[in-house]
């Protein structure tokens, strides 16, 4: 019995810091995904279809 509460101790302390691990990927991917947003957005192609898009929607419900 003591053998199994010190396994299951040691394997919950090396899995410690999993939880902050995910975390950081996690973050990571969104500003990545963020940074690449900007990126397209910044395009003049991407702003005008936006721009119409926006136009459209107004003049549609006005």
């Known amino acids: 019995m003591r053998n199994r509460t010190r396994s299951a101790l040691t394997l919950m302390k090396r899995e410690e810091g999993a939880a902050t691990a995910e975390y950081a990927i996690a973050t990571m ?4 995904f963020a940074g690449l947003l900007v990126v397209i957005m910044r395009s003049d192609e991407v702003r005008g279809i936006l721009t119409d898009l926006v136009q459209r929607a107004l003049a549609f419900s006005g």
Do not use: E
């Open 29 to 32: 991917a969104a500003v990545g």
